[in-house]
T-cell receptor, first 113, second 112 residues
Framework: ETGVTQTPRHLVMGMTNKKSLKCEQH?????MYWYKQSAKKPLELMFV???????ENNSVPSRFSPECPNSSHLFLHLHTLQPEDSALYLC????????????FGSGTRLTVV | GESVGLHLPTLSVQEGDNSIINCAYS??????FIWYKQESGKGPQFIID?????DKRQGQRVTVLLNKTVKHLSLQIAATQPGDSAVYFC???????????FGIGTKLQVIP
């Protein structure tokens, strides 16, 4: 365990479903991130939260909705997804003000059918 | 297994040999660089980092070299072991915790 825990590890959902991904970090970090990892592509930054405030939304479609209730928890709410949204969704955390190495969770493998 | 790693550049190395993984970064203003290792079924794991005021940094069995002139980063792994098999990718930071750009990755296969 890296200190960043993601659940579920695997998720299969239909295009009309609503589901949520959860991320929890036990490192005392104050910044949390959602990344999308697809085959043959670099990691794509989706959202950034700094001290629970969203500071970055990289033109992510509204069918992805993040939520950060506190500095330790991060959610990604999913609804009416498309098959091309199938990917590995990674959560990461870091400590603002220090070197910017991230600690990643193991990811949620999402398949949209 | 994970789909990450398929269709990536692949480096095959005999166990015990040294490995060199290369990365070309894009932004000459980047001042901090990180190498990550991603094993199958896991998230990326920090290996080693280097700041732009350095040319070389060594860790345990790993060395990172930075050539700012040609915007090139390399990761050297000494005495490669089966446990080193993974996807390795570099990341560059050009200011702020939101300004990290990741490379596509190289798959390292260690042949026993």
């Amino acid at each position: 365990e890296t200190g960043v825990t993601q659940t579920p590890r695997h998720l299969v959902m239909g295009m009309t479903n609503k589901k949520s991904l959860k991320c929890e970090q036990h490192l005392g970090h104050n910044a949390m991130y959602w990344y999308k990892q697809s085959a043959k592509k670099p990691l794509e930054l989706m959202f950034v939260y700094n001290f629970k405030e969203q500071t970055e939304n990289n033109s992510v479609p509204s069918r992805f909705s993040p939520e950060c209730p506190n500095s330790s928890h991060l959610f990604l709410h999913l609804h009416t997804l498309q098959p091309e949204d199938s990917a590995l969704y990674l959560c990461a955390s870091s400590q603002k003000g220090e070197d910017y190495g991230y600690t990643f969770g193991s990811g949620t493998r999402l398949t949209v059918v | 297994g994970e789909s990450v790693g398929l269709h990536l550049p692949t480096l095959s190395v005999q166990e015990g040999d040294n490995s060199i993984i290369n990365c070309a970064y894009s932004n000459s203003a980047s001042d901090y660089f990180i190498w990550y290792k991603q094993e199958s079924g896991k998230g990326p794991q920090f290996i080693i980092d280097i700041r732009s005021n350095m040319d070389k940094r060594q860790g345990q069995r790993v060395t990172v070299l930075l050539n700012k002139t040609v915007k090139h980063l390399s990761l050297q792994i000494a005495a490669t072991q089966p446990g080193d098999s993974a996807v390795y990718f570099c990341a560059e930071n050009n200011g702020g915790y939101q300004k990290v750009t990741f490379g596509i990755g190289t798959k390292l296969q260690v042949i026993p």
